[in-house]
């Protein structure tokens, strides 16, 4: 780091390679990474896609994405009861996937993980299957992102919103901890935290509904807890429902550049609406753990 | 002195045959009550679609004695784990008791012996003295239990529209009969216990409770005689009547509860069924060469009936879904923890489990006592009451409250017993949108758009690669790894 120099860093353009080209040099990739229709479409998640791609690129795996032949799994329409249409959706992938011979999956969302990889395998698609978390903290774990030369989160509070996909789902808890803890940042855990961890209100489908009558929206009881755990407010962690248990947060802090963090994109969305509603998005910011490690090791541009 | 029990122109041994062919008329009775109502409980379990839950024995032996018999989920809330571990270990180690009373009620009166055990000299005091302490331990706890479900506010599981009326009351009555049962054996052990301290014999065992409680009791031997009989045979006499009690309550839990961990699914928890029909056909449509499977015939050879997608009744759900309905206790945990329930919604896992055993009752066979949950107006439920269409789906559970469930498995991941409500809620979903064309419209706009679009929403498909246009990253040479 030379802070005198003004001009920005070298940077280079990545040109994502698909597996149409691939297969048609006859090349087939270390792992195929799944970008799920989130993180193609959804404006905030395709920066997390961008950061995701930057770190293949950045420790020379060999990957590639299906580009256009990818097609939504078919998870939404499963939870919402619409079995048809989740079978033909997952049909066509696994002929896509079949035909191209693929192995290994990476996908940075929990329900495209969840879904192909415990619902495929019955309808012929078999393949190891894991979630962009866990990736991250192999990378981490084999010294190849050594998440440094970047922004630094020292001193940072940061939570972490457990996906219901990733963790219940699926037991995934530890992967993006470990992620998260290499930051060297202050990890503050939410009271309903991994098995008990509080859905944020988009799973089921819920993400393209609007929700039932209530008192009030999962997502803003989900950020309220989230908020009152990063300020160390034991009084509002107390009040939280569902929980008949102890424990409150030290003394209070300052939310001045706080994080949620998060690994899936409709949990994004969720955390994201519940701070904007809570006013605070000035000072706390939500992130996917792909864009911290993207911005810890230096590669964005 | 002439006992009350012992008239002298009654002749001993015929008073003591005379207990003995009671008793054994009260155990056939009990036991065969008890046989003729787990009949019809498998009988409505047996209703339930078919699902081969076979093999994996190991797995499923391992899972059993964590989850059911050594209580492994109830310790995630350390003040109910501890009260009900007390409840349930004197539960196990008191019916040690019970086999004792068996023996003696059966043989003990004829051949006059009592206290069929005490052979096991030492080992039989500390069986008693720990009997003693339990009992007494579970008094306490019972005493907590009913504090916790009958303050002013109750502890918030406790509460909801399916907690009212016979639910509420089963489960007092159900703390009341414990404490009964403990009264009795207290008093049957100091009447006992006084009657040989008065004769100036021993007792055999240790009993530090009662030891505590002899003052209280008269010191005439036939007066304590009749108390220590009474205490004896109110004591098996609730124990038999407990017994039969079960299958019409939530107490069903404490033998329920081991099939039902010991058949729950190993698969992990996000991974929902396939629909076997679905994929037939889904293939058929891909592969014009693929062969549908005949459909299954009755034994004679006619066609059945086709069974619909998804369920709109109780028979219409796997049957271990209806072994889920008997095994619940109401206790609450799922509703607790519902990110539906906590935020208002009308959703409650344990009221779509109490429906379905409700539902099996009203349709099915039912126990002794059957009063299903009637909701009243602060409900908020608009079911339906014509009683051909209140099936499960509708009569029971509305579509309000299957739709207001985020899929997110915190009621799955918190019942001790390994109850799966988010199986059912599925189901029900699937009949909604596959049989009735019933899903909110906001849903049926995504099914489209994923028909159309291969997403969820209404983007064009060429866009989808769109996000990797302009992509640059910072040159940064990538890290030496030293192996």
Known sequence: MSPSTPEAPAKKQINVPVMADLAARNESPEILFWVGCAGAFDDRYKRVTRAFVRILDHVGTKYAVLGLEESCTGDPAKRAGNEFLFQMQAMQNITTMNGYGI?????????????????????????????????????????????????????????????????????????????????????????????????CGAGGAQMWKEPEPGKKDINIERTEEALATLAGKADALANLGGVETETAAPGAHDLQGSIIAVGCPFCMTMMSDGVKNKEQE???????????????????? | MPSILRPQTFPPYLYRMLQSILFLLLLVAAFGLFAWQVRKIRANILVGRDRDMSGHAAERLRKTLLVAFGQQKMFKRMTPALLHLVVYVGFLVIN??????????????????????????????????????????????????????????????????????????????????????MLALFFMNTADLKLHQLEGKDLPGTFPVSNLLVGLLPSSTGALEIMERAGWWIHITGIFLFLNYLPSSKHFHIIMAFPNVWYSRLVPQGQFSNVESITNE??????????????????????LAPTPFGAKDVEDLPWTNLLNAYSCTECGRCTSVCPANLTGKLLSPRKIIMDTRDRMEEKYESPLIFR?????????????????????????????????????????????????????????????????????????????????????????????????DDLFAAEKPAKITVA
Not at chain 1, 282 to 301: C, R, T
Request: proline share 6%.
């Open chain 2, 282 to 303: 889904v293939k058929a449509m891909m592969d014009p060469s693929f062969v549908v499977p005949p459909a299954p015939t009755a034994p004679d050879g006619s066609a």
């Open chain 1, 103 to 199: 192995k290994k999956i990476v996908t940075a969302c929990p329900h495209c993980f969840n879904t192909i990889k415990n619902e495929y395998p019955a309808l012929g698609g078999d393949y190891e299957v894991i979630h962009h978390s866990t990736y991250l903290q192999q990378l981490i774990n084999e010294g190849k992102v050594g998440v440094s030369g970047g922004e630094s989160f020292k001193g940072r509070r940061i939570t972490f919103h457990d996906s219901c996909y990733l963790g219940r789902a699926n037991d995934i808890y530890e992967a993006p901890r470990e992620v998260l803890a290499a930051l060297d940042a202050d990890l503050v855990e939410m009271k309903r935290s991994r098995a008990n961890g509080l859905c």
């Open chain 2, 96 to 181: 040690i008791e019970v086999i004792e009373i068996v023996i003696d009620g059966l043989f003990g009166n004829i051949f006059g012996f009592h206290r069929s055990l005490s052979f096991l000299g030492p080992v039989y005091d500390v069986l008693m003295a720990t009997n003693e302490i339990l009992a007494a331990l579970v008094i306490v706890a019972v005493a907590a239990f009913w504090w916790r479900r009958n303050s002013n506010p109750p502890v918030r599981r406790f509460t909801g529209v399916e907690l009212r009326m016979w639910p509420k009351l089963d489960a007092n009555i159900i703390l009341y009969i414990e404490v009964a049962l």
């Open chain 1, 282 to 301: 000035s000072k706390v910011q939500v992130f996917d753990l792909a864009e911290l490690v993207a911005s810890a090791e230096g590669i964005n541009a």
């Open chain 2, 372 to 468: 299903p949950n009637q909701y009243g107006p602060e409900a908020k439920h608009e079911l339906v009451t014509d009683l051909l269409e209140a099936t499960l789906l509708r009569g029971k559970v509305t579509p309000e409250e299957l739709w207001a469930c985020t899929t997110c498995n915190a009621c799955v991941e918190s019942c001790p017993v390994n109850i799966n409500p988010l199986e059912s809620i599925i189901e029900m979903r699937r009949f909604l949108v596959l049989e009735e064309s019933a899903a909110p419209n906001s849903l049926n706009v995504m099914f489209s758009n994923i028909e159309n679009n291969g997403a969820p929403w209404a983007f064009s498909p060429s866009d989808r690669f769109n996000w990797a």
